[in-house]
T-cell receptor, first 113, second 117 residues
Framework: GQQLNQSPQSMFIQEGEDVSMNCTSS?????WLWYKQDPGEGPVLLIA?????ELTSNGRLTAQFGITRKDSFLNISASIPSDVGIYFC?????????????FGEGTQLTVNP | NAGVTQTPKFRILKIGQSMTLQCTQD?????MYWYRQDPGMGLKLIYY???????DKGEVPNGYNVSRSTTEDFPLRLELAAPSQTSVYFC????????????????FGEGSRLTVL
């Protein structure tokens, strides 16, 4: 089946630093989604990308849909303590998998005040 | 704004016991999903449903069963609990299939933490 490789697995940063994480796949996706999961909660959507090359921002978050449709990255600028959590990428290809999403294994982010 | 509601939040089972994880959504979403999340791993799809009366297997369906008698409810049943089913289970719904939306977004419940001893 489709697989997503998400990196890094974990990051330990100081408050104020910028963060970058990415996902790559051997398969093409036509939608990329980035979710954040707070401890004890379900994942919540941060950014959705629908076109190859698309660059979308949501506050301090910026995500891009790779031109090859096989990768995506998420940047967080000027990190703050509440950015702590697990960040998941997810890809969707309606032609091959319908509505199902394929999730990366997550990036655990720790922000030290 | 209830969204997706899961019960129970926590449960401890003995090997061989059975139980049902309940999931209900009040957003009139056609699509519903059950995922499991193991430590350090991503979300693995167990079963999903594209509408009432329709269910289909995901990546890891063995040991589980589902039903979808109404749009709102999508219960997940474990018939013979095994230690390998110790995990956090998430139910999700999606507005996919509605004419007015193209989003792939999933809305998740808060999770049900299951331990099988």
């Amino acid at each position: 089946g489709q697989q997503l490789n998400q990196s890094p697995q974990s990051m330990f940063i100081q408050e104020g630093e910028d963060v970058s994480m990415n996902c790559t796949s051997s398969s093409i996706f036509n939608t990329w989604l980035w979710y954040k999961q707070d401890p004890g909660e379900g994942p919540v959507l941060l950014i959705a990308l629908y076109k190859a090359g698309e660059l979308t921002s949501n506050g301090r978050l910026t995500a891009q849909f790779g031109i090859t449709r096989k990768d995506s990255f998420l940047n967080i600028s000027a990190s703050i303590p509440s950015d702590v959590g697990i960040y998941f990428c997810a890809g969707q290809n309606k032609e091959t998998s319908g509505s199902r999403l394929t999730f990366g294994e997550g990036t655990q982010l720790t922000v030290n005040p | 704004n209830a969204g997706v509601t899961q019960t129970p939040k926590f449960r401890i089972l003995k090997i061989g016991q059975s139980m049902t994880l309940q999931c209900t959504q009040d957003m009139n979403h056609n699509y519903m999903y059950w995922y499991r999340q193991d430590p350090g791993m991503g979300l693995k799809l167990i079963y999903y449903s594209v509408g009432a009366g329709i269910t289909d297997k995901g990546e890891v369906p063995n040991g589980y069963n589902v039903s979808r008698s109404t749009t709102e409810d999508f219960p997940l049943r474990l018939e013979l609990a095994a230690p390998s089913q110790t995990s956090v289970y998430f139910c999700a719904s999606s507005p996919m299939g509605h004419l007015t939306t193209n989003t792939g977004e999933l809305f998740f419940g808060e999770g049900s933490r299951l331990t099988v001893l």
